[in-house]
């Protein structure tokens, strides 16, 4: 099987069900959508039958295509190999990469924020206070409405919004916004531009760098 298409659909897995639906429809929802995957995967193989055979390296069982329990439940243990390729990082990077398109956002550089923030981490505080996968500290937590910073698809909605503001705020000045996030809007407000911080320039520089290996350039 193409590995690229697999990469496309444990993405797509981790937005569509991975994140939506309650704790109790997600099992069901999971398994729906993976027979529904492997049937796009046979049909981009050329495979005819009941079953198709996934390449070893993938590490699953043949998903047969059976409108029965038994089918549901191989579809299930599917879903589940799916999301343990993926790993929490690849599920937090599609958490936040969904809120950056939800709020109209390029993905990559919600992403590179991340990354740069917390590397991903959901549960670290930094020594100033900041909190979650994107680090966002108390007083912007709660402005924003985040009522648990360490809920990894709360803070990514809440970071990504607040970056969007911080666009908006400097007319879409990319590194005017990241300085902002780092160091505060009021400090680029003073300055007139970027801080003369050594670490906010590194903080942009490194986001920079990060956005670029995520958009491919």
């Given at each position: 099987m193409d590995a690229s298409l697999v990469a496309q659909l444990i993405r797509l897995q981790a937005l569509e069900?991975?994140?939506?639906?309650?704790?109790?429809?997600?099992?069901e929802q999971s398994a729906e959508f993976s027979l529904m995957l492997a049937k796009l995967i046979a049909?981009?193989?050329?495979?005819?039958g009941n079953t198709l055979p996934l390449n070893p390296g993938v590490n699953l069982a043949e998903v047969p295509f059976l409108p029965s329990k038994q089918a549901r439940a191989s579809a299930a243990a599917a879903a589940a190999s799916f999301r343990a390729a993926v790993g929490p990082v690849r599920e937090y990077e599609?958490?936040?990469e969904k809120s950056a398109l939800r709020h109209g956002i390029d993905p990559a550089l919600c992403k590179a924020v991340a990354r740069a923030e917390s590397d991903f981490n959901p549960r670290v505080t930094s020594r100033t206070g900041a909190m979650g996968l994107m680090q966002l500290m108390p007083?912007?937590?709660?402005?924003?409405g985040v009522k648990n910073p360490y809920d990894p698809e709360q803070n990514a909605d809440g970071g990504?919004?607040?970056?969007?503001?911080?666009?908006?705020?400097?007319?879409g000045d990319v590194n005017k916004a990241l300085a902002?996030?780092?160091?505060?809007?009021?400090?680029?407000?003073?300055?007139?531009?970027?801080?003369?911080?050594?670490?906010?320039?590194?903080y942009i520089q490194k986001?920079?760098?990060?956005?670029?290996?995520?958009t491919g350039v």
């Open positions: 069900i991975g994140i939506n639906g309650t704790q109790e429809n997600k099992s049909a981009k193989a050329g495979v005819r599609a958490m936040v007083g912007t937590a709660r402005d924003l990504v919004r607040y970056l969007k503001s911080m666009l908006e705020r400097f007319d902002a996030y780092n160091a505060g809007p009021g400090a680029v407000e003073r300055y007139g531009g970027i801080p003369p911080y050594e670490e906010t320039t590194r986001v920079i760098r990060y956005q670029q290996k995520y």
